[in-house]
């Protein structure tokens, strides 16, 4: 019963976003979320991947759902280092999931956007706003589907060993514009190449930034004992076109699985 109710406020979640559509993206929120944090992830629950949607993208079986989130194990700071954002390339859980994380691009591959609503793939993308341009209505899409948009700075300039003013004026943007195009403000930080320093932690912090994500390599996990439960990955590994950005997504889900491990959403365990 509660699941059918689920639904049904869903459903009217998604008339009205559609019937709002005019506004702009400026308006483009994920309409799950509206519920609420707790009841978006019953909605998840009850509603799940569409019936016979893993075949399609060529998975032998459903993705196991994820566990609901336990205590966060402790993360070792150091006392002076309390007020500066965390950088992570793992969630420190017991819990037999990974995470996975996207740069800007995916909102430009159609099958992609179709891949994370039909799987209800918890992904999280990191957008650069020059990158992505004027396109912010694919991104608004993307984000329907159920990917939640996080920061990747304005215009993907290398962050380590520029002045404080400049890195600032990157992260700080890139939060911005995402604000003001979607109506939520990122709270995650991917700097570009992976490369920062402390300066970078002082500024992200000044922009309200709650940590940096890094990532794992995807290419190790041909050994048994590669794959960590907490894991960050970036399927899409550089240099290679994003035509493919499904099939690999296929590709680290075959392997996750055979693993026992499933797909987390990465904002749940921070």
């Known amino acids: 019963m509660r699941a059918r109710r689920l639904r049904a406020l869903l459903a009217g979640i998604l008339a009205a976003a559609v019937l709002s559509g005019t506004a702009g993206c400026a308006q483009s929120v994920d309409p799950i979320e509206r519920l609420g944090k707790k009841a978006a992830q019953r909605v998840r629950r009850s509603y799940g991947p569409h019936e016979g949607a893993y075949r399609h993208w060529g998975l032998t079986a459903p993705l196991a759902p994820a566990p609901w989130p336990a205590r ?146 995807t290419r190790a996990y041909g050994r048994a004992t590669a794959l960590h439960p907490g894991d960050i990955l970036r399927p899409h590994e550089p240099g290679r076109p994003l035509t493919s950005l499904t099939a690999e997504t296929t590709r680290v889900l075959r392997r996750l699985q055979s693993r026992g491990f499933t797909v987390a959403r990465l904002e749940d365990y921070l």
């Not at 990191?126 to 990917?147: H, I, K, M, N, Q």
């Not at 939640?148 to 514009?177: F, K, S, V, W």
């Not at 402390?198 to 890094?214: E, M, P, Q, S, V």
């Open 72 to 217: 966060p194990l402790p993360r070792h700071t150091d006392a002076d280092e309390e007020t500066l954002p965390e950088v992570l390339d793992r969630v420190p859980t017991h819990d037999k999931v990974v995470f996975l994380t996207y740069d800007e691009g995916a909102e430009r591959d159609p099958r992609f956007v179709e891949m994370v609503r039909e799987l209800r793939l918890p992904v999280s993308v990191f957008l650069t706003d020059t990158a992505v341009g004027p396109a912010y209505a694919r991104v608004a899409r993307l984000r329907a589907a159920g990917a939640t948009i996080q920061n990747r700075t304005m215009d993907h300039a290398g962050l380590r060993g520029r002045p404080y003013a400049e890195q600032r004026a990157q992260i700080c943007a890139g939060r911005d514009r995402l604000r003001s195009r979607l109506g939520r403000r990122p709270v995650l930080l991917r700097p570009p190449y992976g490369r920062y320093d402390r300066t970078t932690l002082r500024a992200a912090a000044d922009c309200g930034i709650k940590a940096l994500i890094l990532w794992r390599p």
